[in-house]
Structures are given as structure tokens and as C-alpha cells.
């Protein structure tokens, strides 16, 4: 709303410099005194109140350029300059109206004569001109208020013209017509500043709602990682920390009773200290490296499998089907999540001895992951187990669709499907 009041203002003064331009090359040309451009002979000379119709332009014009004062008048700097100038401009048009031909008159002191002549037809479209500027500043209220100032004006002038006398009907004839201009163009362009004004709300109610989508999406992920983190940490670090403690007190008791077994002991806690060194850097790994960003879903499901394939000797088995289409990074890096989750549940429960990962491009994206292991009951899974309420909760981030397909010895199939990935 300021930049448009600010430029509404910038254009009015441009308007009042127009005029002082057009004003002066007036009198310039008429100061000339060219046979063609000399006023003609049936050109009337203004009545003596055509110099107290100009003032009110003068001290508009001196008003709007004046510098400092539209900060020290503040919101209602335009309003004024705006009613300032449809006071100014609606006399001079009225005069101009009622005196066809008429012309100011000014005898230089060597006789010369400079004459300055009014045109209505160009001070209507000068009195139109800030009626547009408020509509455009205030919408469609404002444009109303503006014209009707200007026609109220204008009525005025009938009204004194008639008391002193002078014939009205011309004026009155065309009456109409200069009323139905000053409201047509200033009521479309409220009309047209209105929709763009609630138009642009909405798009910035849009705009902040999607901010506030994108932050709780980003705290939700936020929060997803630590507890991924955590949990990383507690079965990488803290069982091997655990399993080292127990080795250690076992070992310091053989040391006493069988000193064979102490040192048979403590080559396997070098072997399990070797192991739990090398899930906590696989762990640091795992934060520090985006996969998916940087190489591609499916470039980056190829990877997590073969390392998933050598850490426990399972038979792993990726496949891409379908063309390709974009996805969005909140949505490509939650299937990358999601499928890593389920490959952490078969490591820990499934017990089996091949895996097959599948990607497939065709009305919207599927990612699956298929295991040969001992499966389970999916209605009887408890509600607590974090593996499966984890891939629900990032499913749900993305709007996508999850499946489990298992039952008791025959393996387990876990499907999650994004339905749309490449809407914006």
C-alpha cells in the first residue's frame, strides 16, 4: 500500500508538471506573435474571475513540490493533493466549458500581448486523471468519492453561472456525458485496483501459510533426526559400549581362574570394539552425507543397499523400472528415509537372507522393499514399535501412501507410494 501511494503521488506531480509545461509553451508560442499562431480575432477575451479559477492550480502545483511537506503531513498528504487537484482542475474545465474560446490576456509593457487559451475537452481528461489516480490508491470507494467531489464541483458551477445570469443550456446537455466519464474510467480502475489488492492477499496468506507448512515440516525432520539419532546412537554405540563392559568384568575374572580363556576373551573384544568403531563412523556418515541430493534417489537407494548387502552378507537385489519424472526434495529424500528405516527392521527382526529394493516411475513413485525373512502379523504389531510409526510419520509429511504385505514365514513387503510428486 505505501509503494502505490508513494507512486500515485509521483504521477500527480508529473500530471501538474505536464501542466506547467503545456502552460508555458502556450504562452511562449502566443509571445511569438506569428501571423499563423496569433490568437484569432473571434477568440473572446476571459471574464475578470478566468485569474481566481487558475489560482486554486497555482497552489496545488506549489503544494504537491513543495519538498519535506509530504512527510510532515503524513497518510493524509495524498488524499489532499488528490482533492486539491480535482478542485483545480474541475474549475478550470468548468470556465473553459461555460467560456468556449476564452483566454487569458496579458499586455507586456511594450504593448506585446501574451494570451493564454483553455481547451475543455483536455481539462475534463486533466479532471479525469485524478479521479483515476484515486481509484487506483483506494479502489473503488475512493474512485466513487473522487468523481463525486468533481461532479459536485461541477454542479456548482452551473448553479453560479445560472445565478449570474449567463444561459446554461449547452452545459447542461453535455452534463451528462461529463458526469458518466468523470465515473466510468475511475470506478473500472478501483475496480480492477480492488481484485488486485485481494488478489495479492491472497497469494500473501498463501505465501505465510506455506511458510508455516515448510517451518513445521522442517521442525518435524528436525525432530525425526534426533530421534533417528538417537536411536542410531543406542544400538551402534551403546551396545557396543554395553557388550565391551560385560566382556571386560567377564575377563577379569578368567584372569584369575583361566588365563587362556581371559586372552581368547579379549580377542573378542578387540573384534567387537573394531565393529562398534565402525557403526559409529558409518552413523557420523550417515549425517553428515545426503545421498539423495547429491547423487539421486535411485543412484542413492543403489548405494544404501550395497552397503546395507556387504554389513550382513544378505543376497540384495535393486531394480529401477518406469521413465523418471521430478520429485520434489522433501519428497525424494523421505523415500530415501523411508526405505532405509525398513532395511534397519529387516537387519534387526527379519532374520533373512535376501533383499530386493524396487523403484518404479508410472502414476507417481513407488518405492518397495521385499525380504524373504520370517515376516509377521501386521495387525498384531505393537503400537509402540518405533520402526513402523517412524515410516508412517514421514509418509504422512509428503502425503504418500505406505503398505506392508507380511505374515508369519512368508517374508515381508513394505510399499510406500507418492501419488503426484511432480505437483509443485
Given at each position: 500500500m505505501n509503494n502505490i501511494v508513494r507512486n500515485t503521488t509521483r504521477v500527480l506531480r508529473g500530471l501538474f508538471a505536464f501542466r506547467a509545461f503545456i502552460t508555458v509553451f502556450s504562452v511562449l508560442v502566443f509571445a511569438v506573435r506569428w501571423s499563423v499562431l496569433s490568437p484569432p480575432d473571434r477568440f473572446r477575451p476571459s471574464s475578470p474571475l478566468a485569474i481566481p479559477f487558475l489560482l486554486p492550480t497555482l497552489i496545488t502545483a506549489i503544494f504537491l513540490f513543495i519538498p519535506g511537506l509530504e512527510k510532515r503531513v503524513g497518510r493524509s498528504y495524498l488524499p489532499l493533493s488528490l482533492a486539491m487537484a480535482i478542485l483545480s482542475f474541475s474549475l478550470e474545465s468548468g470556465i473553459a466549458y461555460l467560456n468556449p474560446g476564452a483566454r487569458i490576456r496579458v499586455t507586456l509593457p511594450r504593448g506585446r500581448e501574451i494570451s493564454v487559451f483553455w481547451a475543455s475537452t483536455e481539462l475534463i481528461l486533466l479532471t479525469l486523471a485524478p479521479c483515476v489516480l484515486a481509484g487506483a490508491a483506494y479502489g473503488l470507494r475512493g474512485a466513487i468519492k473522487a468523481s463525486t467531489f468533481a461532479t459536485l464541483i461541477h454542479l456548482a458551477l452551473g448553479v453560479a453561472v445560472q445565478l449570474s445570469g449567463t444561459p446554461l443550456h449547452s452545459f447542461l446537455i453535455l452534463l451528462p456525458l461529463r458526469i458518466a466519464i468523470v465515473y466510468a474510467f475511475p470506478a473500472i480502475t478501483g475496480y480492477l485496483a480492488d481484485t488486485w489488492r485481494h488478489e495479492h492477499d491472497a497469494v500473501q496468506e498463501a505465501n505465510r501459510q506455506l511458510r508455516g507448512y515448510a517451518a513445521t515440516i522442517e521442525n518435524l525432520a528436525t525432530s525425526r533426526e534426533r530421534i533417528r539419532l538417537a536411536r542410531a546412537m543406542h544400538d551402534t554405540l551403546a551396545h557396543s559400549l554395553s557388550a565391551l563392559v560385560i566382556q571386560f568384568e567377564a575377563i577379569d575374572v578368567l584372569q584369575e581362574t583361566d588365563p587362556i580363556a581371559a586372552r581368547t576373551q579379549l580377542k573378542k573384544v578387540k573384534q567387537l570394539a573394531r565393529v562398534g568403531l565402525e557403526e559409529t563412523r558409518q552413523a557420523i556418515l550417515d549425517l553428515r552425507f545426503s545421498p539423495?541430493?547429491?547423487?539421486?534417489?535411485?543412484?542413492?537407494?543403489?548405494?544404501?543397499?550395497?552397503?546395507?548387502?556387504?554389513?550382513?552378507?544378505?543376497?540384495?537385489?535393486?531394480?529401477?523400472?518406469?521413465?523418471?519424472?521430478?520429485?520434489?526434495?522433501?519428497?525424494?529424500?523421505?523415500?530415501?528415509?523411508?526405505?532405509?528405516?525398513?532395511?534397519?527392521?529387516?537387519?534387526?527382526?527379519?532374520?533373512?537372507?535376501?533383499?530386493?529394493?524396487?523403484?518404479?516411475?508410472?502414476?507417481?513413485?513407488?518405492?518397495?522393499?521385499?525380504?524373504?525373512?520370517?515376516?509377521?502379523?501386521?495387525?498384531d504389531v505393537d503400537p509402540e514399535s518405533y520402526g513402523l510409526v517412524g515410516i508412517y510419520e514421514r509418509a504422512a509429511l509428503v502425503e504418500a501412501q505406505v503398505t506392508v504385505d507380511s505374515a508369519p514365514h512368508e517374508g515381508t513387503t513394505l510399499a510406500v507410494h507418492i501419488a503426484e510428486p511432480w505437483e509443485d
Amino acid at each position: 500500500m505505501n509503494n502505490i501511494v508513494r507512486n500515485t503521488t509521483r504521477v500527480l506531480r508529473g500530471l501538474f508538471a505536464f501542466r506547467a509545461f503545456i502552460t508555458v509553451f502556450s504562452v511562449l508560442v502566443f509571445a511569438v506573435r506569428w501571423s499563423v499562431l496569433s490568437p484569432p480575432d473571434r477568440f473572446r477575451p476571459s471574464s475578470p474571475l478566468a485569474i481566481p479559477f487558475l489560482l486554486p492550480t497555482l497552489i496545488t502545483a506549489i503544494f504537491l513540490f513543495i519538498p519535506g511537506l509530504e512527510k510532515r503531513v503524513g497518510r493524509s498528504y495524498l488524499p489532499l493533493s488528490l482533492a486539491m487537484a480535482i478542485l483545480s482542475f474541475s474549475l478550470e474545465s468548468g470556465i473553459a466549458y461555460l467560456n468556449p474560446g476564452a483566454r487569458i490576456r496579458v499586455t507586456l509593457p511594450r504593448g506585446r500581448e501574451i494570451s493564454v487559451f483553455w481547451a475543455s475537452t483536455e481539462l475534463i481528461l486533466l479532471t479525469l486523471a485524478p479521479c483515476v489516480l484515486a481509484g487506483a490508491a483506494y479502489g473503488l470507494r475512493g474512485a466513487i468519492k473522487a468523481s463525486t467531489f468533481a461532479t459536485l464541483i461541477h454542479l456548482a458551477l452551473g448553479v453560479a453561472v445560472q445565478l449570474s445570469g449567463t444561459p446554461l443550456h449547452s452545459f447542461l446537455i453535455l452534463l451528462p456525458l461529463r458526469i458518466a466519464i468523470v465515473y466510468a474510467f475511475p470506478a473500472i480502475t478501483g475496480y480492477l485496483a480492488d481484485t488486485w489488492r485481494h488478489e495479492h492477499d491472497a497469494v500473501q496468506e498463501a505465501n505465510r501459510q506455506l511458510r508455516g507448512y515448510a517451518a513445521t515440516i522442517e521442525n518435524l525432520a528436525t525432530s525425526r533426526e534426533r530421534i533417528r539419532l538417537a536411536r542410531a546412537m543406542h544400538d551402534t554405540l551403546a551396545h557396543s559400549l554395553s557388550a565391551l563392559v560385560i566382556q571386560f568384568e567377564a575377563i577379569d575374572v578368567l584372569q584369575e581362574t583361566d588365563p587362556i580363556a581371559a586372552r581368547t576373551q579379549l580377542k573378542k573384544v578387540k573384534q567387537l570394539a573394531r565393529v562398534g568403531l565402525e557403526e559409529t563412523r558409518q552413523a557420523i556418515l550417515d549425517l553428515r552425507f545426503s545421498p539423495v541430493e547429491e547423487l539421486g534417489l535411485a543412484a542413492a537407494l543403489e548405494g544404501l543397499l550395497k552397503r546395507f548387502g556387504q554389513r550382513n552378507g544378505m543376497r540384495t537385489h535393486c531394480t529401477v523400472e518406469g521413465e523418471p519424472v521430478p520429485l520434489l526434495p522433501v519428497q525424494a529424500n523421505a523415500l530415501f528415509r523411508i526405505a532405509e528405516e525398513a532395511l534397519d527392521n529387516v537387519e534387526r527382526h527379519a532374520e533373512a537372507s535376501s533383499l530386493t529394493v524396487r523403484l518404479a516411475y508410472g502414476n507417481g513413485v513407488t518405492v518397495s522393499v521385499q525380504d524373504d525373512g520370517q515376516g509377521f502379523d501386521p495387525s498384531d504389531v505393537d503400537p509402540e514399535s518405533y520402526g513402523l510409526v517412524g515410516i508412517y510419520e514421514r509418509a504422512a509429511l509428503v502425503e504418500a501412501q505406505v503398505t506392508v504385505d507380511s505374515a508369519p514365514h512368508e517374508g515381508t513387503t513394505l510399499a510406500v507410494h507418492i501419488a503426484e510428486p511432480w505437483e509443485d
